[in-house]
């Protein structure tokens, strides 16, 4: 059974760091892509960065929002996907979940059907 735990979310001020963490079983990143996505009150869930194992090698994406600022990596000998964020802003307080979709060998994409969801930790910038 395919299951995803997020952890490492908490309160930090504007500028900022926080790593999160999302320990993943049941699959590999061979057949799975993993995201990164995120939800603050009264808006719509936004997708934040993915990471695959593409025929070309390791694949990842973000979200315009966060490029330069957040890192996306993984750890296969832990199963587990990384998402380093840095330099954060009080607009990226949210509920953050990682999701599996199936991709087997190809290029990660933040709009591929992500079936499989962790539970979500929040994360908060504030001073």
């Known amino acids: 059974q395919l299951q995803l735990v997020e952890s490492g979310g908490g309160l930090v001020q504007p500028g900022g760091s926080l790593r999160l963490s999302c320990a993943y079983s049941g699959f590999t990143l061979n057949n799975y892509a993993i995201g990164w996505f995120r939800q603050a009150p009264g808006k719509e869930r936004e997708g934040v960065s993915c990471i695959s194992s593409s025929s070309s090698g390791t694949s990842t994406s973000y979200a315009d929002s966060v490029k330069g600022r957040f890192t996306i990596s993984r750890d296969n000998a832990k199963n587990t996907v990384y998402l380093q964020m840095n330099s954060l802003k009080p607009e990226d307080t949210a509920v953050y979940y990682c999701?599996?979709?199936?991709?087997?060998?190809?290029?990660?994409?933040?709009?591929?059907?992500?079936?499989?969801w962790g539970q979500g930790t929040q994360v908060t910038v504030s001073s």
């Open positions: 999701a599996g979709a199936w991709r087997p060998f190809g290029r990660c994409d933040l709009n591929l059907n992500y079936a499989y």
